[in-house]
């Protein structure tokens, strides 16, 4: 059974609900340095995952209660805009599962938005994180506008790439800067 059959259940009237939130999860595999006294490599035990079953699904950050205690004025009064990241879930040795989207999907099976503008590319920065690129006409911009609370939404779409896998998209970080 698969994380994305997981997060979609029977509710007992011939329908099914699922869960359009981006789920917190943890692998039962990759603790390969759990005992190992010296740390060889991150092995993200967890990360936010999104499946071709989910719809589209989303992560908001600042949390509501996050903001309520930081944030001294509502988004609204503020002209916030943000450099929004991705990091992915590396893979051992460069080799992920097949399914599982990255960068390279972006358009092809892989959708993102951020307070439902567009991303329209990816800019690498590092192995395995990224800067979102705004939808908006404008090559030289790469800050999304905060929404009226001063939060950044990603929502993602996962969409059926092949008949022999299920398609997902893992997701360790996401970093408004």
């Not at 009064?77 to 991705?86: P, S």
């Not at 395995?128 to 506008?145: E, G, Q």
């Not at 993602?156 to 008949?163: A, D, I, M, P």
Request: a negative charge.
């Amino acid at each position: 059974r698969n994380v994305a059959d997981a997060l979609v259940y029977d509710r007992g009237d011939g329908s099914k609900r699922v869960f359009h939130n981006l789920t917190l999860v943890q692998s039962e595999n990759n603790h390969e340095n759990d005992q190992c006294p010296i740390l060889i490599s991150i092995d993200y035990a967890d990360y936010y995952f999104s499946g071709e079953k989910m719809g589209w699904t989303k992560l908001t950050v600042p949390t509501p209660r996050y903001a309520a205690a930081y944030t001294e004025t509502s988004g609204k009064d503020l002209d916030l805009k943000g450099l929004v990241m991705v990091c992915h879930v590396l893979c051992p040795w460069g080799e992920c599962p097949d399914g599982d989207l990255s960068e390279k999907d972006l358009g092809k099976g892989l959708e993102l938005r951020v307070n439902s503008k567009k991303v329209k590319d990816m800019i690498k920065l590092g192995d395995h994180c990224f800067i979102l690129v705004p939808d908006d006409n404008n090559n030289n911009n790469k800050y999304f506008p905060a929404n009226d609370r001063g939060q950044y939404r990603l929502e993602v779409l996962v969409e059926k790439t092949s008949e022999d896998f299920e398609s997902y998209f893992r997701l360790t970080s996401l970093i408004v800067l």
